[in-house]
């Protein structure tokens, strides 16, 4: 009778180690996967962020050389204010929500004469460079993606930085696109970067 018992026991014991064991070589399967699936969608992450910088800070790098704003230069009337720029451009260019090719170079999209609103930013903050305004490149980003969402520009005036939406002629209304149905998600899935030469700026929170 105590050898039955016994015999039941250990039985019992076997069964309790062979459920640990199946347990825990399951948790660290699925540990290992969860430890795969984070690190590579936060270098994913980190990678499509630097992807996205870089292009943009090499957008502004072109916009500040000599070459750009001298070329510029020459299709400026050099009186011209931040207002004065968006007749100038409207004249100069149409919108187009699918323009063929893709345009960065503020001389070839004169040359092309229709662009979206990154064309018309690009324009707009290479005329202000060219005339010796400060300016930078504004772009709202999907952070899943890091593709582009809109694009605007700020101009350095009155000891700030002031909101131009060139695509739209609109001057410092900030707050215009909280009820668009991307700037809803502002803060979240929307960040917001502005780019000048050489460095960039996480500038969600003004926008939010």
């Not at 092309?112 to 018309?120: K, S, T, V």
């Not at 909101?163 to 149905?181: E, F, G, L, T």
Request: net charge neutral; hydrophobic share 40%.
């Amino acid at each position: 009778m105590r050898l039955a018992t016994k015999a039941r026991v250990t039985r019992g014991h076997k069964r309790r180690n062979g459920k640990i064991i199946i347990v825990s070589t399951l948790l660290f399967i699925a540990g290992f996967f969860a430890i795969v699936y984070f690190s590579t969608t936060g270098n994913n992450s980190d990678e499509g962020f630097h992807v996205f910088r870089d292009h943009y800070l090499g957008i502004m790098n072109s916009l500040n050389s000599s070459e750009t704003k001298l070329n510029m230069a020459s299709e400026i009337y050099q009186k011209y204010n931040f207002t004065d720029l968006f007749t100038w451009e409207h004249s100069k260019l149409t919108f187009a929500s699918d323009p063929a090719g893709w345009f960065e170079d503020p001389i070839e999209i004169l040359n092309r004469g229709q662009g979206i609103c990154a064309q018309f930013s690009i324009v707009y903050v290479s005329a202000c460079l060219a005339l010796g305004y400060q300016s930078r490149l504004i772009v709202a980003t999907n952070t899943t993606s890091w593709n582009l969402v809109h694009a605007w520009a700020e101009v350095y005036f009155n000891d700030s930085w002031v909101h131009v939406d060139p695509s739209d002629q609109v001057w410092n209304k900030p707050a215009r696109y909280k009820d668009w149905d991307w700037g809803k998600n502002i803060g979240q899935n929307i960040k917001i970067y502005a780019f000048e030469d050489g460095r960039y700026e996480d500038v969600t929170s003004r926008y939010a």
